[in-house]
Each structure stands twice: as C-alpha cells, then as structure tokens.
C-alpha cells in the first residue's frame, strides 16, 4: 500500500500535472501546426516550384514487384517535417518571448526604500562629533 501512496503523491504533484498539461496542448498545437503548413503553406510554395508536393519527393531504391511495394527514401516527407518543426520552433520562441516580456512588467523594480530616519541616540552622536570637528 506503500507504494501506492508514493505513485499517488509522485502523480499528483504539480510539475506532473503540468508536464501532462502540456504534452496534451503540445499536441493539438502540433496538429494545427501542420495543418497550417499542410494546407496553407505548403501549396503556394509548391506552386511556386512548379506544382512541386514536398511529400511527392522520393528516391526508389528498388522497384516494386507484384504485391511487393517499391522500396523508397522519402526525403520530401523530411523536408515537410523540417518546415513544421521550424515552426513549431519559431511559434514557442515568440509565446515565450512574450511571456518573459510579460513577466518582466509584472516583476518592474518597485523604487527603493527610502533609508530610516536617525534615532535620537544617533542625532545626539552626530551632534557630538560635528560639535568635536569644530573644535
């Protein structure tokens, strides 16, 4: 029963909870991610290649034969890979970005605090000494 206390402790910790927040997100991002690169991107780019689809890309290594597919090296789906991931990439860095930016304004230095006024002790003290200066 041990065991299953220090699981249950361990899951339901906040740095756990978060992680699989965001693996979660993280993933439904990735698919919007690659749709917008799929769908919106990537066809005026191959347009502008010639109606060139990156994913057609392809290198046969040996033909097919009968029931048996073509061995092939799909470097376009690479290249597609690569443009989604840049995105990705570049799509964190801004929300981060912000985020830290954000942080920043929230976290302004406040002005620091004004020094406490002198104690009678050390008026008194400072009377002395300025009044054993002039002598």
Known sequence: ????????????????????????????????VSSFVNDILMP?????????????????????????????LNYGMFIQNVVDF????FAIFIA??????????EEAPAAPPAPPAPTKDQELLAEIRDLLKNK
């Open 44 to 72: 005026p780019i191959g347009l502008l290649l010639g109606g060139l689809d990156f994913k057609d890309l392809m290198f046969t290594m040996k033909e097919g034969v009968g029931d048996v597919p073509p061995v092939t």
């Open 96 to 105: 981060i970005k912000g985020m830290n930016s954000f942080k920043k304004a």
């Open 1 to 32: 029963m041990k065991l299953l206390d220090e699981f249950k402790a361990f899951a339901m910790r906040g740095n756990v909870v978060d992680l699989a927040v965001a693996v979660i997100i993280g993933g439904a991002f990735g698919k919007i």
């Open 86 to 89: 840049i995105i990705i990439a």
